[in-house]
């Protein structure tokens, strides 16, 4: 079991409201990335952020934001909700600045917006 | 064109056979890894990869960085292997690129 954790781990918001979601990051670690999983296909990268900055952003709209914290735990936000931001959500933590350690992934928060 | 590719997406196998899932990417990497997901969405890394072969009890990966191209075997299959497999290369930007995942079922 790794050590980081998502909460919640499940989520329902009506369309127009926006939505915080939350990510530890494993000991050690520096970067978390987010990740968007929609049904039945892989996940998509959504941005990431190392050192509390954001250093890597997908092919998703300024209302996704995020802030990482001094502990480097992160918060993913989402404005203004869309039926289509219904997905499962992920994010990864790992070290950046050395090439072969190892990501560990939280359990997720499953997003429905209705 | 997705960066990663893997194949079957679905695989139905009988308890005990010998599986093999494939990935191919197109862009370059860092590490490739191996994961695990269960109906309930968690994913847990089964291997991390650069170069060569990697064994875990039933679990064998391996890896042609020239072929751009990895292999997650699993041998002596059983139900509880039953889940999504995704194949995920890191690129340069530490970032993740996965594939749509190969969803297998062992029947007992």
């Known amino acids: 079991e790794t050590g980081v954790t998502q909460s919640p781990t499940h989520l329902i918001k009506t369309r127009g409201q926006q939505v915080t979601l939350r990510c530890s990051s494993q000991?050690?670690?520096?970067?978390v990335s987010w990740y968007q999983q929609a049904l039945g296909q892989g996940p998509q990268f959504i941005f990431q952020?190392?050192?509390?900055?954001?250093?890597g952003r997908g092919n998703f709209p300024p209302r996704f934001s995020g802030l990482q914290f001094p502990n480097y735990s992160s918060e993913l936000n989402v404005n203004a909700l869309e039926l289509d931001d219904s997905a499962l959500y992920l994010c990864?933590?790992?070290?950046?600045?050395?090439?072969?350690?190892?990501?560990?992934f939280g359990q997720g928060t499953r997003l429905t917006v209705v | 064109k997705n960066e990663v590719e893997q194949s079957p997406q679905n695989l139905t196998a009988q308890e005990g056979e010998f599986i093999t899932i494939n990935c191919s990417y197109s862009v370059g990497i860092s590490a490739l890894h191996w994961l695990q997901q269960h109906p309930g969405g968690g994913i847990v890394s089964l291997f991390m990869?650069?170069?060569g072969k990697k064994k875990h009890g039933r679990l064998i990966a391996t890896i042609n960085i020239q072929e751009k191209h990895s292999s997650l075997h699993i041998t002596a299959s059983h139900p509880r292997d039953s889940a999504v497999y995704i194949c995920a290369v890191r690129g340069a930007g530490n970032q993740f690129y996965f594939g749509t995942g190969t969803s297998l079922t062992v029947i007992p």
């Open positions: 990864a933590s790992s070290f950046l600045g050395s090439v072969n350690t190892e990501a560990f």
């Open positions: 990869l650069s170069s």
């Open positions: 000991s050690g670690h520096n970067t």
């Open positions: 952020y190392y050192r509390e900055e954001e250093n």
